[in-house]
T-cell receptor, first 114, second 109 residues
Framework: DTGVSQNPRHKITKRGQNVTFRCDPI?????LYWYRQTLGQGPEFLTY????????KSRLLSDRFSAERPKGSFSTLEIQRTEQGDSAMYLC????????????FGSGTQLSVL | QKEVEQNSGPLSVPEGAIASLNCTYS??????FFWYRQYSGKSPELIMF????GDKEDGRFTAQLNKASQYVSLLIRDSQPSDSATYLC?????????FGSGTRLQVQP
């Protein structure tokens, strides 16, 4: 499978716990994006990387959220001290540089915070 | 004002008809425009992109862009029940895309 891969597909956690999601982009893609989507809404931008550099982070992203892409390949998104409002689908996307942001999405990780 | 606005729908059309989906955006510096299709419980799938004013056709899909009016549309000809999904408009300017909330399309057999 050469698409964007995300793990886990589903995560149920208790409020206050930390969670980490992983994204493996399409191998030749330099850019990697994290979005969050709740029911009835479009994807909301969280952050993006060009290779290993985190180039932009949404102002909506609290300091409980952190993302890394240490070697310019896979990325992780960690949420510390989860809250019920963090329940959402977390989508990862990748794109090759210079394609005017043509994003290809993974299947997402559905987070439920109890 | 939202950066990208779409009518949430549902937009209901009979099978074989033309479905017309519309989107407006607020950032005049926007350079790239996309339409994504999202089936229930699935992730968004890119179906069309357009960068210049005018029309762009791909099979049954036509994207239309009018930068002066800050307006993007998607036409789906010969609509099929399998086209029933949420259609997301997305706008970019050299970094991450901004998405609208989507329009739900229902194609009635």
């Amino acid at each position: 499978d050469t698409g964007v891969s995300q793990n886990p597909r589903h995560k149920i956690t208790k409020r206050g716990q930390n969670v980490t999601f992983r994204c493996d982009p399409i191998s030749e893609h330099n850019r990697l994006y994290w979005y969050r989507q709740t029911l009835g809404q479009g994807p909301e931008f969280l952050t993006y990387f060009q290779n290993e550099a985190q180039l932009e982070k949404s102002r909506l992203l609290s300091d409980r959220f952190s993302a890394e892409r240490p070697k310019g390949s896979f990325s992780t998104l960690e949420i510390q001290r989860t809250e019920q409002g963090d329940s959402a689908m977390y989508l990862c996307a990748s794109s090759p540089t210079g394609t005017n942001e043509k994003l290809f999405f993974g299947s997402g990780t559905q987070l439920s915070v109890l | 004002q939202k950066e990208v606005e779409q009518n949430s729908g549902p937009l209901s059309v009979p099978e074989g008809a033309i479905a017309s989906l519309n989107c407006t955006y607020s950032d005049r510096g926007s350079q790239s425009f996309f339409w994504y299709r999202q089936y229930s419980g699935k992730s968004p799938e890119l179906i069309m992109f357009i960068y210049s004013n005018g029309d762009k056709e791909d099979g049954r899909f036509t994207a239309q862009l009018n930068k002066a009016s800050q307006y993007v549309s998607l036409l789906i000809r010969d609509s099929q029940p399998s086209d029933s999904a949420t259609y997301l408009c997305a706008v970019g300017r050299g970094r991450a895309l901004t998405f609208g909330s989507g329009t739900r399309l229902q194609v009635q057999p």
